[in-house]
């Protein structure tokens, strides 16, 4: 981490956020461990988090809608709302500039909303797929985004045409989480068999050709992100790990494990790519030393299982 943040939520700006199964969201001070302040979920377990690119935000997600807390405030409690969704929202992000925010989830859509609009938020575009939807994410030109359901399919809904290609990595293995590198360069993909899928993105717009096949995990993968750098890959399953993987030869850098952790349902890196923050069904989440293996820090509060978190590190 490049910054120290301050001990106030408002100020800090180095914001690891965390939630979880507790019904609570969890801003922490990232170096010291401290929880600066907990907000109110109470409508369900927090499925996922982003925090805006303005640093000012963070989205949860979790049954039937999308939250939005104030990280520069003390208010405890949401301040736009977005309603209108059946069902669990599994994922949740931000055009590069804040725009505007895109979503998927077990209705079978990807959603695209204006959190501009006041507190009338509209889903402005929807994108229908077969199958619930557990992956979504924005490829870096700002052009694609790609949506991974659970029949197995990656849908690569071009939003410039509305046209859409598909990409079947194993048949009828749920695609888990998918992940672009920041320069947009590479693509991965977990699924509940514990295969990580990486293709390499050329042409305009992105076209995948297959790179490599992982067998990342015995169990349930559950989340794959690249590091800032590019240089790394993690991948988080339900066997109670945390994989870091090198993206120049695919080797396994490092396996990050815990007596006490179980389940590791989300993970972040650092923006210097030094180290790497995991959130685990043992309630705790923790801060790794990715060059050394160790552990550094753990972050104690939350009562369940910590299934989402979000970092970012404005400190440059």
Known sequence: MSGEGSSSG??????????GYDHTIKLW?????????????PDSQVNALEITPSGQMVAACGFQHIRMYDLQS???????????????????????????MYTGGEDCTARIWDPRSGRQLQCQRIF?????????ILHPDQTQIMVGDQSGIIHMWDLRTDKNDQLI???????????????????AAVNNKGNCYVWTLDGQPPRPVPRRHLAAHDKYGLRCKFSLDSNM?????????????RTSDWTLMRELRHDTQRWVWDAAFSID????????????????????????????????SITALAFKDQAV
């Not at 408002?10 to 939630?19: E, I, K, P």
């Not at 990595?169 to 590479?186: C, R, Y």
């Not at 989440?285 to 050394?292: I, N, P, Q, S, T």
């Open 233 to 245: 890959l993690v991948t988080t399953s339900g066997d109670c790990s945390a994989k870091v993987w």
């Open 74 to 100: 003390a208010n405890p409690d949401p301040v736009m709302n977005f309603e209108g969704v059946t069902k669990n929202v599994s994922r949740v992000g931000f055009h590069q500039d804040g725009k505007w």
């Open 273 to 304: 790519s030094r180290y790497l923050f995991t959130g685990s069904s043992d309630g705790y989440a923790r801060l790794w030393d990715v060059e050394k293996g160790t552990l550094e820090r753990e972050y104690c509060g939350h009562q369940k």
């Open 169 to 187: 990595p194993e048949a009828e293995a749920s695609i888990q989480d998918i992940a672009i590198d920041p320069l947009g360069k590479l693509m």
């Open 29 to 41: 001070q990232a170096h010291s461990g401290v929880c600066l302040r907990t907000m109110q979920h």
């Open 10 to 19: 408002g100020g800090s700006q180095v914001a690891l956020v965390t939630g």
């Open 128 to 136: 229908q797929v077969p199958a619930p939807v557990n992956a979504v």
